[in-house]
């Protein structure tokens, strides 16, 4: 998918997986139970140990189901890596104008990080196609609507904090779309082999999202 393509289909499924896993091997039972559970976009963190081994068969295997990217992208070679190993947008936990400027060259979706209002405007005039405002858990709704009260134009990624019973409350404060880990990729679940329990996390948040979205 190219940059236009990934940006839509973010903004319409407004919920992205964060992918955090101790076992690379797991990796590929983690995205299926996701998929089975109709989450379509997902984040892997650049954390999981040699993630880039295993994101060219994975992208080739199940590449046309879902929108991967990969996420806790650090700095500018870092960026390269993960969009040549297959990923479709890149996410940083942090504002750096370099990333950004990678992602672009590669007319790939970027989403950097951001906390304060300030930061945040930085980081979209910078270019970046969301901004995750990140950690969001310490922030919370409340945050989101305050900051696009003044900055409408502003399309915000929320991660950290989004549970299946508050995806409304984020929603309704602005945010274009959702990031969430534990609460849907339980890192406990994945070690014990129960990707039922990852599949069955992930029907909940789509129905929740798309509840939401019909009304």
Partial sequence: MNRKEVIEQIEQDKLIAVVRLDDPADLDSTVDS?????????????????LLDYVPSLVNRVGGDMVFGIGSVLNEDMARSV???????????????GI?????????????????????????EAGSDFVKVFPADTLGPSYIK???AP?????????GGVNVDNVDQWLDAGATA???GSALV??????????DVVRENARAFSNAVNKYIGG
Avoid: C
Avoid at 36 to 48: C, S
Avoid at 190 to 195: K, L, P, Q, T, W
């Fill in 83 to 97: 969009i040549e190993s297959g990923a479709s947008f890149v996410v940083s936990p942090i504002m750096r104008k």
């Fill in 151 to 159: 900055m409408p134009h502003l399309k915000l990624l929320p991660t």
């Fill in 178 to 180: 959702l990031g969430v």
């Fill in 186 to 195: 339980n890192t406990k679940a994945v070690r014990n082999g129960r990707f």
């Fill in 34 to 50: 996701l998929l089975k559970g109709g989450v379509r976009i997902i984040e892997a963190t650049m954390t999981i140990p040699k």
């Fill in 100 to 124: 950004i400027e990678v992602a672009q060259d590669y007319n790939t979706a970027v989403s950097v990080g951001a906390y304060t209002p300030t930061e945040i405007q930085t980081a979209w």
């Fill in 146 to 148: 305050g900051v696009r």
